[in-house]
């Protein structure tokens, strides 16, 4: 999706039925959800917003490699959101090293239920650096094995990111 598109969907999959290696790109462009959106029940499947593109989930619950799905991911960069309105936010459901960075000034994750990291699976990472931000009232939850929370920098020249929480537990 691009120059100012919009696609608008019940739910939103990249990757379904055990595919795997496919990419969404939000560039400048809005992608809106009225239920769930998952990347990733398989392996290797990407979501990037960027430019100023929005990506918004309206209800239930959100996952980044679900039903054990591994390796998934979702880049937001400078000027750019994913806005999950009420739903929890599992970033590694069963699965391994499936990722969410917020990287750059004006990216964010607006989050409206808890986020688990590494929900029954390891080496999972929610990374916010180089001033992206997450503002989420309800707690982030590291479970599972080897998973990471890094609010700092990604690289030598980086500046740290914000985390808005109601709790954070290992």
């Known amino acids: 999706f691009s120059a100012g598109g919009a696609v608008y969907s019940g739910t939103g999959v990249i990757g379904a039925g055990g595919g795997a290696n496919n990419s969404v790109l939000v560039d400048n462009a809005t992608w809106s959800n009225s239920a769930n959106l998952y990347i990733g029940s398989s392996s290797s499947n990407n979501l990037i917003i960027t430019n100023g593109g929005t990506v918004y989930s309206t209800s239930f619950n959100d996952g980044i490699g679900f ?30 090293n499936n990722s969410l960075t917020i990287n750059g000034a004006g990216a964010s994750l607006v989050n409206g239920g808890t986020i688990y990291v590494g929900n029954a ?3 999972d990472a929610l990374i916010v650096a180089n001033g992206g931000a997450i503002s989420n009232n309800s707690p982030i939850t590291l479970q599972g094995t080897s998973n990471v929370l890094n609010v700092g920098r990604l690289g030598s020249n980086d500046t740290a990111g914000s985390l808005g929480s109601g709790a954070i537990t290992f």
């Open 121 to 123: 699976g390891k080496q």
């Open 67 to 96: 039903s054990g799905g591994s390796g998934n991911s979702v880049l937001i960069t400078t000027n750019s959101s994913w806005v999950n309105a009420s739903g929890d936010l599992y970033i590694g459901n069963g699965g391994s």
